[in-house]
């Protein structure tokens, strides 16, 4: 297949969460939003086999993707998981239930209505374990019109899966989707510790629902302590990474690295003329806009530690030259 | 004369004119001249696809331009049919219009599959040829690009129209943008499946869904969609 080292491959796909897990010739994918990168970046590596899909939540722009996933004969996916979401009954949920109806009769899909606390220790692949932090099964059935038990109000993104990875037992990965206020204190109140090198940012940095999101970063931050925190974005979409997050983030991590998909208007108000060349030469949406910032972004897990593609140092000469104002500084 | 980067790399030296208008075909002939390549025009009349081909044989090009709406005094099939049809043949042929907004949903769609490029005719000049010409011959050589791959994917029927005489669906495609409706003619669909045409019907087809511009969508192999069984 593609590749005997450890790699988690975050995917410019705009605005969006898509993530790509390698590990020993097994893959795992966390999210597919709409949007042809996830496939093609599959191709190009080569996977013809996933070992499971994890859906954090039914937004479209996690899950819209799946569709095209789910249809394509060229790539076998073995097992899906997801928590439905009642909530959502909408022409795009019955695409994918479609889909997923065509992929389960035609390609022996394995769809698993579940993507709970309970699941940890049964999707790992050789070298890394797998772990779902949240929602817990209780908070599943209550479903995202529902309430936790201290009856604070859930929606689709608080029961927003939250998933972490870990290398030699190193927690080294965690991909909060978009999980909120109430999802994240309940998060806190189940674990004792959520500690990850690397931080996936919920909700593509944008605000969380029910919060300060300056308390909600200082919170977050404190609880996780990475040491690198990546930004899933589309270029003037939402207007993410909201401001204040990158402050606070700086406050309580100042030597983090921080780095987002693509550039925000927030740090360049031009897009750059001049071709950028740090990219990895993996799918990207904002290539062809030219509006990538670490683009699709690759991390390495060896025994000494993780490299990541672009290097701090690249990224560092990037946004010095074309992003004087870049939040990351 | 330019001699265009395109048109180099591309390595076609002779391009076959189809089209009717005699000015239309007087500034393909410049644009043909000025990028550096030999023009030869294709007299008509044609009855058929089989005699273009014949006639294109015959005419030692390498490559076609070929102008979409066609007199019936011409030929008996418009410019996509012919564009199309040469393209299947590994020919690089490319389309041009000054009906590209009008007739993009129904005769070029029905054949856009197989033209990798077309422009409006008042976009174009020596550069606008080259790039198609290059980026069909990629094609060709099978260097598909990203917006032209095609993949499984949904489609939804939103409603059922006529234009222009044509039988037309309007339809979502989720993978491509959802909130965006697209039109393509009926008859991209084998008839074997008409009697499920109607509103909210879901098929399943390929799409280049990496599309950036709802004009340079295309469709083929039609299959209905199952309905979802109540487990999810």
């Keep these: 297949m593609i590749s005997e080292e450890t790699k988690l491959i975050i995917l410019d796909v705009g605005h969006g969460n898509s993530s790509i897990l390698i590990d020993d010739n097994s893959s795992i994918v966390i999210d597919a939003p709409l949007g042809p990168h996830l496939i093609d970046a599959l191709r190009q590596l080569k996977i013809t086999e996933i070992e499971s899909v994890l859906i954090s939540h039914a937004d479209a722009d996690h899950l819209g993707g799946m569709i095209g996933l789910l249809l394509a004969s060229d790539i076998n996916i073995k097992k899906v998981f997801l928590n439905p979401d009642a909530s959502k009954d909408t022409d795009i949920w019955y695409d994918f239930r479609t889909a997923v109806s065509v992929a389960r009769k035609k390609y022996n899909t394995s769809i698993h209505t579940e993507l709970t606390t309970g699941l940890t220790g049964n999707i790992d692949l050789n070298n890394v374990r797998v772990q779902v932090l949240w929602p817990t099964p209780e908070i599943a059935l209550a479903g995202a019109k529902g309430f936790d038990l201290n009856n604070r109000p859930l929606n689709s993104n608080a029961i927003s899966a939250v998933i972490r990875f870990l290398y030699n037992e190193r927690p080294f990965a965690l991909l909060t989707g978009d999980v909120e206020y109430v999802g994240l204190q309940n998060l806190i109140e189940e674990h004792e510790n959520i500690e990850s090198e690397i931080l996936i940012f919920p909700h593509h940095g944008g605000l969380p629902r029910g919060a300060d999101p300056t308390k909600f970063t200082h919170e977050l931050c404190s609880y996780v302590n990475p040491s690198i925190i990546i930004f899933s974005i589309g270029r003037g979409k939402h207007n993410t990474p909201r401001q204040e997050i990158l402050k606070a983030i700086k406050e309580k991590l100042p030597k983090a690295h921080i780095i987002c998909t693509q550039l925000s208007e927030h740090c360049a108000t031009e897009i750059p003329v001049d071709e950028i060349e740090h990219l990895s030469n993996l799918p990207a949406k904002g290539r062809s806009l030219n509006c990538c910032c670490g683009g699709t972004i690759i991390l390495t897990f060896t025994e000494s530690g993780i490299s990541v593609s672009p290097s701090p140092e690249k990224h560092l000469e990037f946004i010095t030259d074309y992003a004087p104002s870049a939040l990351c500084k | ?232």
């Design chain 2, 1 to 232: 004369m330019v001699e265009s980067t395109y048109c180099k790399e591309s390595k076609i030296s002779k391009v076959a004119i189809i089209d009717d208008k005699k000015d239309d075909v007087e500034t393909e002939e410049l644009w043909i001249e000025d990028a550096g390549l030999e023009p030869v025009y294709l007299e008509g009349p044609f009855k058929t696809l089989h005699d273009l081909i014949t006639s294109f044989s015959k005419s030692g090009a390498d490559s076609a331009i070929c102008d979409h709406r066609l007199g019936s005094y011409y030929a008996q099939f418009d410019g996509a049919a012919a564009a199309a049809t040469l393209f299947k043949n590994k020919i690089p042929a490319i389309l041009v219009t000054q009906f590209l907004d009008i007739d993009r949903d129904t005769s070029i769609r029905r054949w856009r599959k197989n033209i990798p490029a077309l422009f409006p005719r008042d976009e174009g000049n020596v550069d606008t040829i080259c790039k198609a010409f290059m980026d069909t011959v990629k094609e060709l050589s099978g260097d598909v690009s990203e917006y032209r791959r095609p993949q499984r994917a949904l489609i939804r029927i939103q409603e059922i129209n006529s234009e222009g005489g044509t039988e037309v669906i309007d339809a979502l495609i989720p993978q491509w943008n959802p909130k965006k409706a697209v039109r393509f003619p009926i008859d991209l669909i084998n008839n074997k499946l008409y009697e499920y045409i109607k509103i909210g019907t879901r098929f399943i087809a390929n799409v280049n869904t990496g599309a950036l511009n709802s004009s340079d969508l295309f469709f083929s192999d039609f299959e209905l969609a199952p309905a979802p069984d109540n487990d999810i």
